[in-house]
Structure formats: structure tokens, C-alpha cells
């Protein structure tokens, strides 16, 4: 356990000594604020906001859904950035460095070795991801007097999501030099977040093939779908034309969602350490 | 007894290129050996066996019996890369410290002064990496491999960066862990380095052994050298045994004689022989 804990502390030191996470810090705080201006206009702006006669919308719950997933996006997205620039090089790119070989050859383990960066980088950024999707909220409480009725398992979802990036991030640095790693990692990113609003679209104009490919995805990027469920629990007590309109913006919430896409998740997460751990066990350094 | 390092038939192919083909070397307890060759030879493969960092295709390798790699090799084992790098913003002894750590060596700070003592960088304990110059990282690591006072230490191009005054330094460090019964495993360039303080030379060409043995059994003689009243001469095939006779036949023929030196190749030569005429 001491191992655990020297090598994790290793990585979080590192972690903080890296300039990308002073980059990630710093627009952290440039996308609070910038959220926090938007909240404080919008919400302002609430009573001049009419909808038309004999269209019943709780503007308010649509403005803090759609404002809040908006949040989330940005969260996630974030939170990708310093998942990915943690752990791109952990294996390759610190094996060429010559990091790596000193710490291998002590009686430590590799499987050991590496699950402590991956609890390292996990450790920082799920802290990261609740404090961001925490001052969301309250940014959103505190100018529009509206939470979602569910507030916790919506920032789980959203850490747990970050978690799978760091498992696939750590899987890549094994047999995939830092760039390529980067690029991979991201472009998986990318997918999952076109998938998810190709759901979307394919739910609004009712088509079968679409929803069948935004599925697929959801299930081999669950990163993605755990995000999607996030904003469907945010949207979860909008109801009637208000929570179909939330549904069919970017923000609206999940087709592959529920307790199914959760155990899968988690087991997605541990094939994926698995993977990670049998492949550094093998590699040669 | 088990050898302090060993290794047996060892093969390891990279797709098609073979780098090592069964090649068998021991290191005894308190034994320095030192490993030769041209660049491609093998030399950094078999080393990276010997503490698990590459897995070999064939053949066995043990740390004080052993398997090479394990956790019980691995906790016996002190080991300096070739490429190496400590991370920048670390002290010299919070490098110590971490792998204090990670050796699980009780030595405290008191290992650490004493570590940084034997390297001379005492003064340098809380300089931190990214200010120090590639010799003092280098003797850094050195004193790194040997935290928690291995048996075995594996040394891969240890004064490669080091001007002459810190080779002087690594080599007297060496000499007295050969005192002080540790067994060292010397990769280097550096003949002449091998040739003052290993007590066995292997050399290494295309992944096969190709001359093993003291540096004295490695050297041939090259003829007895006499130097007379009629000057110098060379009596090639001659050898040490040869000394007296030749002394004796030049004063019976009423020669002075100023001096006698036999000839014997240097391991320079030995391993430009063995290696022929492949350059790194």
C-alpha cells in the first residue's frame, strides 16, 4: 500500500508541476466567470422572455437545464483535457523519456505502478470534475434560484465518465507513442460527443438508423452515454412541451441511460485497466 | 552457491533481427565483470534482461537465484540506465528519498548523506535536478542504484556524461563495493575503464560472446622487447618465460643490456581482434 501511495504521490506531484494544469486551472476560472455573466443575464432577462400564447414552458427549468448542460459540457471537456495530458505519456512517452526505467526495476510491481498513476490521475481530476460541476450548481442557484431535482448523480456520472478517458488514456501510453496517444484519445472524444448528438438529431427526426448508430456508440464509448445520462437526470423533472424541447437541443439527455449503461460503465472501466496492466506486463522497456 | 548473475542460452529477437544468440554469462558474489562491444552488439538488451525491463525470447537469467524481473530479483538489484532521467523539480535527495521508498531501505537520511558522500554531491542535496549539470545527474544516479544496499549492482554506461575527475570518482566507488563483496555488472565504452577495475571482460559481437576472461587471460603476448648497446629490438613470439634465456644470450655475446619489457597485447587490441573490424 506504501508503494501505491509513493507512486500515486509521484504522479500528483508531477500532475501539479505540469503546465497544463495551470492552463486547465486557469480556464477553469475564465469559464466560471463567463458562466456565471451568462446565468446572471439570462436569468435576468427570464421575465421579458414570453413564450408564445398557449405554449405552457417553465422558462425557468428550461433556461437552468439547458444553462446547466451547458455546464456539464464544459466540465467534461475540461476534465478530458487534464485526464489526457496526465496520463498521454505515462508508459511510452516516460519509458523514452528515461523516467520510467528507474522506477520499474524497484520491487514495486508494474501492475502496482500503474494502477497508482491511474489512481493518482483519477484522484485529481474526479476532485476536479465535482468541484467544477459543484460550482456550477451554485453559479446556477445563486442567479437563477433553480437546481435540477437530482444534483449529485449527475456530477458521478460525469466523474465516472473522466475515469473512463484516464483508463483508455493509460491503455493507449502502453503501445502508443504520447502524440499518437493524444490524438487517439481525443479523436475517441470527438466520436463519442458526434454520437451523442447524432442520437439526438436521429431522435427528433424520428430515425431508426441514426438512433441505432448513436446506440452502438453509447455502448463502446460509455464515456459518452454516462455524460448523455447526466444531463437526461438534470432534465429529469422537466416535463410536457418543456422537457420535450430540453430533449431536443445538444443538452437534452440520454436514449441509453439508466442503472444498465452504469454496470457497464464499470465493467467497461475494468476490461479497460485490465487491458492496460496484461499489455505494460508484456512490454519491454 | 548461486551466482549473484547468471544468465543461460539467452535469446531475444526484435522481428527479425536477432540481438542476443544464446549467450551465457555469470557474475559471481563480489565479482565485478565488465561487458564490451560495439554498439548493436547486445550489450543494453542483456542488461535490460538481467533487471526486467525486456523479456528475453529464450533462455533463463537470474539475480541471486532469482527469475530475472521478479520481485525477488528486483529487491536485490541496483540498477543505472543508459538513459535515465529524474524528474526536474525533485532535490537530489528527494530523488534518494523516493526511491528509499519505493527499495523499502530503512537507511533514512542518514543513507541518503552517506550516498550523496560517496558520489560527492554533498553539497548539492537540495539542488534540484533541473539545475544540476549532466555529470552531477549522473552521479546521481549512481548513487540512486545503490539505495537499500543491493548485492547486485547493474551499471549501464555509468560514466558515459562524466568528465575525468568524476570517472575517478565512480571508478574508487567501484572498487570498494567489489571490497565490500558487492557484484557489479559493467557496461561501458570505456576500455580503459574496464581494463583498471573489472575482474572479467566479456565481449560481446552480433549477440554472441566472443572473448571472456580476466583482462590478463584476455591479453596475448606479443614478444620480449631488449634493449641493448646496439639498440632495441623485438623478438617476436617470445614471452615472459623467454626473459632470462635472451637476457643471458645478450651478455654472453658481449652485449650490454639496459632493459627487457615483455610485450603483451593491450585489451584495446584484444577487442578490436575480437570484434574485428566493426565499428560502432
Known sequence: MSAVATIAGYGFREAVRRKVFAVVVVLTAVFLVLFWLANRYVFNDLAHITPPAGVAVDTRTFVGAFLLGLAMFGTLFLGVVLAVFLTLGVVTGDAERGLLQPLVVRPVGRSTLLLARFLGAAAVCVVYVLVVYGAALAITDATGHWLPAQTVAPGLELAGAVVIVIALSLLGSVVLSSTANGIAVFMLFGAGLVAGLLGTIGHALNSRTIEHASTVASWALPFEALYQDGLRLISSNASGLTGFLLRLGPFGGAYVHGWGIRVWSAGYLCVALALALAAFARRDL | ?????????????????????????????????????????????????????????????????????????????????????????????????????????????????????????????????????????????????????????????????????????VRVLLEDLRNRGVSVLLNSHLLSEIEL???????????????????????????????????????????????????????????????????TSTLEETYLEAVGDEVS
Not at chain 2, 613470439?237 to 643490456?257: K, Q, Y
Request: hydrophobic fraction near 45%.
Open chain 2, 1 to 169: 552457491m548461486a551466482h549473484a548473475l547468471a544468465v543461460h542460452g539467452l535469446e531475444k529477437r526484435y522481428g527479425s533481427v536477432e540481438a542476443l544468440k544464446g549467450v551465457d554469462l555469470s557474475v559471481e558474489e563480489g565479482e565485478l565483470v565488465g561487458l564490451l562491444g560495439p554498439n548493436g552488439a547486445g550489450k543494453s538488451t542483456l542488461v535490460k534482461i538481467a533487471v526486467g525491463l525486456v523479456r528475453a525470447t529464450r533462455g533463463e537469467a537470474e539475480v541471486a537465484g532469482a527469475r530475472a524481473g521478479s520481485r525477488a530479483a528486483r529487491a536485490k538489484l541496483g540498477y543505472l540506465a543508459e538513459l535515465f532521467r529524474f524528474p526536474g523539480w525533485y532535490t537530489a535527495d528527494e530523488v534518494l528519498a523516493l526511491h528509499q521508498r519505493l527499495a523499502r531501505s530503512s537507511g533514512g537520511a542518514e543513507e541518503r548523506r552517506r550516498l550523496l558522500e560517496l558520489v560527492a554531491l554533498e553539497e548539492a542535496s537540495e539542488r534540484r535536478v533541473d539545475g544540476m549539470s549532466k555529470g552531477m545527474q549522473q552521479r546521481l544516479g549512481v548513487a540512486q542504484a545503490l539505495v537499500g544496499s543491493p548485492r547486485v549492482l547493474v551499471l549501464d554506461e555509468p560514466t558515459s556524461a562524466l568528465d575525468p575527475a568524476g570517472r575517478r570518482v
Open chain 2, 197 to 263: 577495475v573489472c575482474d572479467r571482460v566479456a565481449i560481446l559481437r552480433a549477440g554472441e560472446v566472443v572473448a571472456a576472461g580476466s583482462p590478463a587471460e584476455l591479453s596475448r603476448p606479443r614478444g620480449v622487447e631488449l634493449e641493448t648497446d646496439e639498440g632495441t629490438r623485438t623478438i617476436a613470439g617470445a614471452t615472459r618465460h623467454d626473459a632470462p634465456r635472451l637476457v643471458a644470450e645478450a651478455v654472453a655475446a658481449g652485449r650490454r643490456v639496459y632493459g627487457v619489457r615483455v610485450l
